[in-house]
């Protein structure tokens, strides 16, 4: 039924910059608000970003650092990931994630997709 299918990642050097798609069907991507969350090996699952149905409103965790940007568009029921200034750190497996409420808890978000994986060197 809901699908939510993650592109864009790869391999990027330090300092430089990457935009990750999500692509969803199956459901009416306008009431849905929408999530990237990230996760490394080893660690626990981290809140990156979020943006609601509003699409001007959007909220950031602490590992955004003021250098990720998520966008979406409704008509494309896609939502993007601008990610720049990226440090080794960023490097993780990147998932986006669909809730009908705002959060940045993951226990929100009701519909996952397989993640894209994104390395940065250092």
């Known amino acids: 039924q809901v699908q939510l299918v993650e592109s864009g990642g790869g391999l990027v050097q330090a300092g430089g910059s990457l935009r990750l798609s999500c692509a969803a069907s199956?459901?009416?991507?306008?009431?849905?608000?929408m999530g990237w969350f990230r996760q490394a090996p080893g660690k626990e699952r981290e809140f990156v970003g979020t943006?609601?149905?509003?699409?001007?409103?959007?909220n950031y965790g602490d590992s955004a650092k003021g250098r990720f940007t998520i966008s979406r568009d409704n008509g494309k029921n896609t939502v993007y990931l601008q990610m720049n200034s990226l440090k080794p750190e960023d490097t993780a497996l990147y998932y986006c994630?669909?809730?009908?409420?705002?959060?940045?808890?993951?226990?929100?978000?009701?519909?996952w997709g397989q993640g894209t994986p994104v390395t940065v060197s250092s």
């Open positions: 994630a669909a809730s009908r409420t705002y959060s940045y808890d993951a226990r929100r978000y009701d519909y």
């Open positions: 199956g459901l009416t991507f306008s009431s849905y608000v």
């Open positions: 943006i609601s149905w509003n699409v001007n409103f959007a």
